[in-house]
């Protein structure tokens, strides 16, 4: 059962602070009258799960909890009770945080708990999102009906997701192997040549003695250099977390040419199909618009969403609130939604621009490789180019010696 820290008045005016565990807080206002006690204020406490500090580094993966709610669909409408359900699945998971996290949800049902409340002690797992679509389907009896509209919710993100991490993959292999092989070179390479250099007494070019003395340097303090490159993407990743570091690359991301199609198109799709599926589910706008903003990854579209709460709750149709913020979201986005409010059916518009933009994603994704690979050549040959003039240079002033 939760527990409740609780602020209660007895009868003689005494006043007595505590916590203790009630299935609501209408039984804990019972317990406390039983004691002598009127509860005044009461607020549950939520039990987060210990393994929080670790998830973002092992965490739940989005096809286990597509896996788990494809699933506990099928075995709720076969008419499975829920927490058996739940137990069933629990054993099915390889990972042990997502199998741990589903047992404690699978007790606290079974304790009376309700299963919107079970899932909100693990955030990392289930986002407000999530735990939102539950607790309408606990209002309206429509767990079935909720949980598929979830299980495709998230194999579309899944979807989306690998196209755009997909995208991605080339240039990186690309980068990386290009400054494995520069490292080699620096370290193997570079200081026998220099060593032949220093024999024949030539003189050097400032470009020449900058990459000699850069590889003797690496090969002097080899260990040191890869040790400065771990620490260095563990602190810029701990600064990519803070608030101005998430600002920083947020912006950037928006504002790189390559990239900044890529960002605005799939963040316009989860907008819209995370709204499409709150919306169906009976959700309020004012309160799906939040929602989404905290499902967003990028600080500027939530912060964009985020104001256009309080305007929708004054009466402001959605896409003129989102027109002061065309320059991120597409004004196709905007002018879509216009039609969906004109005609009452927001929801079906927004299901039909999220599968638009979907497809303008995985068409993003693959042109990215084609508009990347003259980029990389580039610079790869820039690189190379450098590499050989530095090394050719010395060779000519060689020749000339021995003539």
Known sequence: MPKYSFFAKSFEGKTEKGVLEARDEFELAKILKEKGLILIKAEQKKEREKFKFFLPFFGVSLSEKMFFTRNLKVMVSAGVPL????????????????????????????????????????????????????????????????????????????????????????????????????????????????????????????????????????????????????????????????????????????????????????????????????????????????????TLGNVFYKEALLSTVEKVKRGEKLSESLRPYKKIYPLTLISMIEVGEETGETSEVLSKIADFYESEVSDTAKNLTSVIEPVLMLIVGAAVGFFAISMVQPMYSMVEVIK
């Open 83 to 294: 927490p058996r359900a739940i137990s069933i699945l629990s054993q099915q998971t390889k990972n042990k945080k997502f199998k741990e996290a589903l047992e404690k949800i699978s007790e606290r049902i079974i304790k009376g708990e309700k299963f919107s409340d079970a899932l909100s002690l693990f955030p990392q797992i289930f986002n407000e999102f999530y735990q939102s679509m539950i607790k309408v389907a606990e209002e309206t009896g429509r767990l079935e009906e909720i949980l598929d509209i979830l299980a495709r919710q998230m194999e579309r993100e899944n979807e989306l997701r690998s196209k755009v991490k997909g995208a991605m993959i080339y240039p990186a292999v690309i980068v990386c192997a290009l400054i494995a092989i520069g490292i080699l070179m620096l370290v193997m390479v570079i200081p026998k040549l220099a060593e032949t250099f220093n024999e024949l007494g030539v003189t050097l070019p400032l470009t020449t003695r900058i990459v000699i003395s850069l590889g003797v340097f690496l090969q002097k303090n080899f260990l040191i250099f890869i040790i400065s490159i771990f620490i260095f993407i563990f602190f810029l990743f701990q600064f990519s977390r803070t608030k101005i570091g998430k600002r920083i690359f947020d912006r950037i991301f928006l504002s790189f040419p390559i990239f900044s199609s890529l960002v605005r198109k799939s963040n316009a799709a989860v907008t819209a199909r995370s709204l499409s599926s709150l919306l169906s589910a009976g959700i309020s706008l004012p309160r799906a618009l939040e929602i989404t903003a905290n």
